[in-house]
């Protein structure tokens, strides 16, 4: 069964802590993406990458930082850097230039 | 940049009504137009896509024609269904290699019965 899947469902984040949000893929897809979403906003990018061992930074990188050592998976470290990271992290991959296909998303609060 | 403006929420409407959420945009090139819609407590599911100018796409009795003239890709549905309450995005994707989904910023449905 073909997809992306996301874990965990639900993530808490103690102060100082730093978090790490899985994201796999059996699509054969090159490319891999991060978004936050917040209530009532659009999809915001953090990060993507094109191609094993290579990345590039999205509209909000700061405090995030992530990995591609494998082709099927795109893990997310939410740093302590990042001072608001309660939000919703949702993960897509898709062909090159060709539609995105999203994952179920991890919700992340702070205790 | 990139930009695309949505129809603001909430939209509630009753079973069986027709369905309009409208969606401009601002790109250069031809970039590809997407509708994602998300159910509570989901992730983004692709409603439909087109590519190029005049194409029509459609999936489940939506319906969206990508309008270069007046840069519109607006979302209609002839008669919707308690079933279709949930979030609604409108995106586009640049032609120019940038792989950058640009997203509006969704438009909340709920249908009553």
């Known amino acids: 069964d073909g997809g992306i899947t996301q874990s965990p469902k639900y993530l808490f984040r103690k102060e100082g802590q730093n978090v790490t949000l899985s994201c796999e893929q059996n699509?054969?897809?090159?490319?891999m993406y991060w978004y936050r979403q917040d209530p009532g906003q659009g999809l915001r990018l953090i990060y993507y990458?094109?191609?094993?061992?290579?990345?590039q930074k999205g509209d909000i990188a700061e405090g995030y930082s992530v990995s591609r050592e494998k082709k099927e998976s795109f893990p997310l470290t939410v740093t302590s850097a990042q001072k608001n990271p309660t939000a919703f992290y949702l993960c897509?991959?898709?062909?090159?230039?060709?539609?995105?296909?999203f994952g179920p998303g991890t919700r992340l609060l702070v205790l | 940049g990139n930009s695309v403006t949505q129809m603001e929420g909430p939209v509630t409407l009753s079973e069986e009504a027709f369905l309009t959420i409208n969606c401009t945009y601002t790109?250069?090139?031809?970039?590809?137009l997407f509708w994602y819609v998300q159910y509570p407590g989901e992730g983004l599911q692709l409603l439909l896509k087109?590519?190029?100018?005049?194409d029509k796409g459609s999936n489940k009795g939506f319906e969206a024609t990508y309008r270069k003239e007046t840069t519109s890709f607006h979302l209609e549905k002839g008669s919707v269904q308690v079933s279709d309450s949930a979030v609604y995005f409108c995106?586009?994707?640049?032609?120019?290699?940038?792989?950058?989904?640009?997203f509006g910023t969704g438009t909340r449905l709920t249908i009553i019965p």
């Open positions: 897509a991959s898709s062909s090159l230039g060709e539609t995105q296909y």
């Open positions: 699509l054969n897809h090159d490319a």
């Open positions: 990458s094109q191609i094993v061992n290579d990345f």
């Open positions: 790109a250069t090139g031809y970039p590809s």
């Open positions: 087109a590519t190029k100018a005049d």
């Open positions: 995106a586009l994707l640049s032609n120019f290699g940038n792989e950058k989904l640009t």
